[in-house]
Nanobody, 122 residues
Framework: QVQLVESGGGLVQAGGSLRLSCAASGRTFSSVGMAWFRQAPGKEREFVAAFKWNGDLTYYADSVKGRFTISRDSAKNTVWLQMNSLKPEETAVYYC???????????????WGQGTQVTVSS
């Protein structure tokens, strides 16, 4: 089992920044990488960013490249998502996920966090 707990969501004005955190515990070594997804009201959940535990490669959705940064502290099993220049259309629940398989933007999710709400006001 892997437990994922997100934090850091909130209300921010358009153009502002937020930093999301994901604390992972349990059998984290069973995953090959970690990812962030988001789900806006009435829309499907979509991939945002990911990395593999083994290596330095990171992957981003085209819509967030250059504005979002995924990072980690492997010793603390913590993953962050730094989000800059936020847009109102990025209002969504953001989810942390442990990937059983990961290639580019494709993550086979083994575990989900409970999500954290991000609201971007115009």
């Amino acid at each position: 089992q892997v437990q994922l707990v997100e934090s850091g969501g909130g209300l921010v004005q358009a153009g502002g920044s937020l930093r999301l955190s994901c604390a992972a515990s349990g059998r984290t070594f069973s995953s090959v990488g970690m990812a962030w997804f988001r789900q806006a009201p009435g829309k499907e959940r979509e991939f945002v960013a990911a990395f593999k535990w083994n290596g330095d490669l990171t992957y981003y959705a085209d819509s967030v490249k250059g504005r979002f940064t995924i990072s980690r502290d492997s010793a603390k099993n913590t993953v962050w998502l730094q989000m800059n220049s936020l847009k109102p259309e990025e209002t969504a629940v953001y989810y942390c996920a442990a990937c059983n398989w990961l290639e580019s933007s494709r993550c086979a999710v083994g575990y989900w966090g409970q999500g954290t709400q991000v609201t971007v006001s115009s």
